[in-house]
């Protein structure tokens, strides 16, 4: 089902508001919010949700019992997740970087760390790295200003990562 533009700016909205209301009653945890990277108009899809278990399964992993709390939700707009965590701010930000970085289909992961003022921590933060783009390599906001690679291309990538991932590299 294709989005409107409308109708995404909204769902970012509701998250920004959910993310303000967790940070409000859990002022002593840390806040994770996790999106699958789907470009496009279609945000839920074989290959999104596929991408969404990977990402909530690995999260748990990852953070295991220092995990208090997590919310999973599935919507035409695209899946999101929150998690409340122990582990402090930067802490949990090397761990979502890790993440994002070393899991086979962690690219595809949009997993920001909530400062308490509402804003993602930045990769910056930690001494990381922006992320790189899907295709060419190069640094992923500038590929995504200039509109550099077509809708077409980036799915196609992101399904050959994708079945890669569920079919093992075969």
């Not at 533009?5 to 002593?28: F, M, V």
């Not at 997993?111 to 060419?136: E, K």
Request: glycine residues 6%; contains cysteine.
């Amino acid at each position: 089902m294709e989005i409107s533009l409308n109708r995404l700016l909204a769902s970012r909205d509701q998250r920004w508001h959910r993310q303000q209301e967790l940070l409000k009653e859990h002022p002593d945890e840390t806040l994770l919010c996790l999106t699958v990277v789907m470009p496009g108009s279609v945000k839920r899809n074989r290959i999104s949700i596929v991408v969404a278990r990977a990402a909530t399964e690995t999260l748990r992993a990852t953070f295991g019992e220092s995990l208090t709390w997590m919310e999973e939700r599935d919507l035409e707009t695209g899946f999101e997740a929150y998690a409340l965590t122990t582990l402090p701010m930067l802490e949990a930000k090397r761990e979502a970087c890790r993440i994002e970085e070393e899991h086979p289909l962690g690219r595809l992961f949009d997993l920001d760390v909530i400062d308490p003022t509402g804003v993602p921590v930045a990769r910056a933060a930690i001494g990381a790295a922006p992320r790189r783009c899907l295709i060419c390599g190069q640094e992923a906001r500038y590929c995504m200003r200039n509109h550099t690679h077509s809708q077409e291309q980036l799915h196609a990538r992101i399904t050959e990562i994708v079945d890669d991932y569920v079919h093992g590299g075969l």
